[in-house]
């Protein structure tokens, strides 16, 4: 059973940092394009960085370039969080895109990932 499975949420002061993880089963991470995304109620989920399977090309989405940083191997991708801000509160999900694509140098398309795990709660508040 193909399974990703996000840990390392929680609740951190402004400032603080956390480090997200995503653990994979079922598949080969290395074959895949890997991404994080996250959403607060009432809006769309977004992209917020991405690794391309191919050349290790890396993306960040503005509000985190600086801040977060994105990492994998052969079974985890990771998100390291830090000076996190109460803009960051949201779900944190983990996704993989079997076609390779989806991550590039300016930006995350979102529809080639085509799995996903349940997500995880991060709030940032003091």
């Not at 503005?62 to 949201?90: C, H, W």
Request: with cysteine.
């Amino acid at each position: 059973q193909e399974q990703l499975v996000e840990s390392g949420g929680g609740l951190v002061q402004p400032g603080g940092s956390l480090r997200l993880s995503c653990a994979v089963s079922g598949f080969e991470l290395a074959y895949y394009t890997v991404g994080w995304f996250r959403q607060v109620p009432g809006k769309a989920r977004e992209g917020v960085s991405c690794i391309n399977r191919g050349d290790g090309t890396t993306y960040y989405a503005t509000s985190v370039k600086g801040r977060f940083t994105i990492s994998r191997d052969n079974a985890k991708m990771y998100l390291q969080m830090n000076n996190l801000k109460p803009e960051d509160t949201a779900v944190y999900y983990c996704a993989a895109a079997d076609s390779g694509y989806g991550c590039y140098s300016h930006g995350i398309t979102q529809v080639e990932y085509d799995k996903w795990g349940q997500g995880t709660q991060v709030s940032v508040s003091s």
